[in-house]
Each structure stands twice: as C-alpha cells, then as structure tokens.
C-alpha cells in the first residue's frame, strides 16, 4: 500500500506542478480506496499543503502577491465554512456535478468560445467557489486554475501564485479538520508521507515548464482539466 502511495505521490506532484492543479484528484481516488473517503480528504489536505508550499517556495520570486491576496478574500472565509460542511454534503454527487461543470468549461476554453472576464469580480467569486468547494469535496484545483489563468501569467507565476492561494486554503482546512476531530497522528503522518514523494514531483515539474511556450501551455492545461475530471468522476 505504502509503495503505491509512494508513486501515486510523485505522480500526483509531477502532474500539480506541471499544469497546477490534478494532485488533488489523482490521490483522492486512491486514498479512499484504501482508507475511504473521510479520512482520504484529511490526508490528501496534508499532502497537498506540502505539495503547494514547495511548489510557492520553488517559484518564490515569480508570485503575484496582489492577485492571490484579490482572490483570497472570500476563498480563507469560505474554505472554513466550506470545512464545516465536509461531514454532511453528498460527496459524490457533488464531485460529479463539479467534473461536469469544468469540463464544460474546458471545451469551450479549447475551442476558443469561453474565456473568464479579466476582473476582480472574477477573481473574487472564482475565489469564493474555490474556497467553498476545497472545504467541501477536498479538491477545487481546476477552479482555482481558471482564475489564475485570466492572469496571463507565465508558467512558473501561475504556478507558483496558484499554489500560495491554495497554500493558505489547506492551513485553514487542517485547522477546521482538527477541530471537528477528523485530524489525528495517524492522518497527519500519512498525509506528511505521502506529500513528501509529491514535493519531489513538483521539482522536476518546475524544472520542465520554465521552457514551456505560455500559449500552448494554456491549451495543455485546459486538457488535463478534461481528462482528470473525467478519471474523477468514474473513479470516485
């Protein structure tokens, strides 16, 4: 079990640190299938928050400050409300509501018909779906993505910024989990492990995309989104 973990980690971290979001939704299945879905959300947070504070720090210089401290103002609020919520809400009725949505989304940014407002307006509810669905459903990185992405950031600022905002989500989570006693040794351990293989993914993620043409990288992204979300919903 360790050993997959082990490799699903470093996948998951490739995979997030390439287009910035899909860690999240490649763990989730595979945690639950071990542990199921209540305590496989506390522990992909922990990993996660790892997986995002090495992703910031590697792209430290790159970060947008002003649009992540934009999008966090309604995404830190609701991420604890969104938390609040984890124990009651239908998870796989709304993973799958979720899926369908960025996947709609996605097509349309493929083919040239949908791109968000450039705004703050845009910012700040992009932000507070984030917030509330990372609380909820424990994933909400193609959301976040989206938003970032009106930014027309290079690569490694998208990432880096991305992974900030996300950064501070997680920390909110792993305080409203332990305080609703879903948090214990066992479940910040596991989580440590498994976000440990994802930060070395995200290195040699880094390492790649800094040569990466911004245009098709976008284009590259807004796949991934259709296909993780597709894995998703089949898997969960």
């Given at each position: 079990?360790?050993?997959?973990?082990?490799i699903?980690?470093?996948?998951?971290?490739f995979?997030?640190g390439?287009?910035?979001?899909?860690?999240?939704?490649?763990?989730?299945?595979?945690?639950t299938?071990?542990?199921?879905?209540?305590?496989?959300?506390?522990?992909?947070?922990?990993?996660?928050?790892?997986?995002?504070?090495?992703r910031?720090?590697?792209?430290?210089?790159?970060?947008?400050?002003?649009?992540?401290?934009l999008?966090?103002?309604?995404?830190?609020?609701?991420?604890?409300?969104?938390?609040?919520?984890?124990?009651?809400?239908?998870k796989?009725?709304?993973?799958r509501?979720?899926?369908?949505?960025?996947?709609?989304f996605?097509?349309m940014?493929?083919?040239?018909r949908?791109e968000?407002?450039?705004?703050?307006?845009?910012?700040?509810?992009g932000?507070?779906?984030?917030g509330?669905?990372?609380?909820?459903?424990?994933?909400s990185?193609?959301?976040?993505?989206?938003v970032f992405?009106?930014f027309?950031?290079s690569?490694?600022?998208?990432?880096?910024s991305?992974?900030?905002?996300a950064?501070?989500?997680?920390?909110?989570?792993?305080f409203?989990?332990?305080?609703?006693?879903?948090?214990d040794?066992?479940?910040?351990l596991?989580?440590?492990?498994?976000?440990?293989?994802?930060?070395a993914?995200?290195?040699?993620?880094?390492k790649?995309?800094?040569?990466?043409?911004?245009?098709?990288?976008q284009?590259?992204?807004a796949?991934?989104?259709?296909l993780?979300?597709?894995?998703?919903?089949?898997?969960?």
């Amino acid at each position: 079990m360790y050993i997959i973990l082990i490799i699903v980690g470093f996948i998951a971290g490739f995979f997030s640190g390439s287009v910035g979001f899909g860690g999240g939704m490649i763990l989730l299945p595979v945690i639950t299938y071990f542990y199921g879905v209540t305590i496989a959300v506390p522990v992909s947070t922990i990993a996660q928050l790892l997986s995002n504070l090495s992703r910031a720090g590697f792209g430290f210089k790159d970060i947008h400050w002003k649009e992540v401290g934009l999008f966090l103002i309604l995404a830190a609020p609701l991420t604890a409300l969104g938390a609040y919520g984890f124990v009651i809400v239908p998870k796989q009725l709304m993973t799958r509501i979720l899926c369908f949505f960025l996947i709609f989304f996605s097509i349309m940014k493929l083919v040239g018909r949908m791109e968000l407002p450039r705004s703050k307006s845009t910012v700040l509810i992009g932000g507070g779906i984030t917030g509330l669905t990372n609380g909820l459903l424990g994933i909400s990185g193609p959301i976040s993505s989206a938003v970032f992405m009106t930014f027309g950031l290079s690569p490694v600022a998208y990432i880096a910024s991305e992974a900030t905002a996300a950064s501070v989500m997680h920390i909110i989570k792993t305080f409203m989990y332990g305080k609703m006693n879903l948090m214990d040794e066992h479940i910040f351990l596991n989580g440590v492990f498994i976000g440990i293989a994802m930060m070395a993914g995200n290195f040699f993620a880094l390492k790649f995309i800094r040569h990466v043409n911004k245009k098709r990288y976008q284009k590259v992204v807004a796949g991934v989104m259709i296909l993780v979300s597709l894995w998703l919903m089949v898997t969960i």
